[in-house]
């Protein structure tokens, strides 16, 4: 991830790519790529087997706890509304997409991926919901339930979740002919999502929100893993369901976050600087979660 931000600032550097067409491209990947990716993280799906309730409960109720203390924290530190959506979806949204799978199918092998699929179709629609009426909610003007409905409504990201829910409940089976398309587009979402990322990097943009900045590493990184997985732990989870876990509370920012917040009028530099620094700080930081609780005997 962070070799392919790295390219992606190359490109802006190499003069392949203006600050107006960066723009242009994160909407063309918020509208076109980013609602295949969500609909076929749910499309398909044969997750009987491995669901678990506890589970389900448990991390449900531990993100919305979590992100309502985000948002009080962040309501009394943070003055811009456009600031308090990024910081505030920096915190509480990790890269469970991008870094669940792969994470647990490297400590357990593809058979046991079952779990962490289940727990995508449940998380990642959860994550889409909050994103967005977050940064309805603070878009910079007076909040108005009309017009954060009609927005939430009219989102493509949240559209294409629903739409993948609405497939997995009735069990429809699409012809290759469009499931095809959508795969590529959903395969194309995260690459390019990266490689505008980091043609948009600014570095001035960092000493100027290096508080903000901390604040929403030191959430992402440290607090949320630490009171999720003891809460985990404390519940007897182990094996590959704790390492979901792990993948949940402590990936770094969502890749999404960052053109969501471009798109949404948000605080978009913030959100980008909290993806490109989490990212790399994740590579110590998830390791080190991973090494601890294997250390204990947990999985």
Known sequence: MFIIIFIGAFIKRA????????????????IVCFPPLMFSNLYGKELGNAIDMRLIVFTIVTV????????????????SQKTRGAMIQAIYRSNFVIMGIPVVQNVF?????????????????????????????????????????????KNP???GALCGILVLIIGLKLPAAIEIPIDMLAEAASPLALLLLGASFDFSTVSKEKRNLIICLIGRLLIFPAVGLTGGILMGFSGVKLLTLVAIFASPSAVTSFTMAQQMDSDYELAGNCVIFSTAISCFTMFLWIFALKCMGLF
């Open 109 to 153: 092998g593809r058979g046991e991926l079952a779990v962490t699929a289940m727990m995508v179709t449940i998380i990642v629609p959860l994550y889409n919901i909050i994103a967005v009426v977050t940064l309805e909610v603070f878009r910079g003007s007076k909040p108005n339930l009309r017009d954060i409905l009609k927005n939430l409504i």
């Open 64 to 79: 919305l706890v979590l992100y309502a203390l985000t948002v009080i924290f962040v309501l009394k530190i943070e003055k």
């Open 157 to 159: 990201i949240l559209d």
């Open 15 to 30: 003069g392949l790519i203006t600050e107006k067409e960066t723009k242009k491209f994160n909407k063309i990947v918020f």
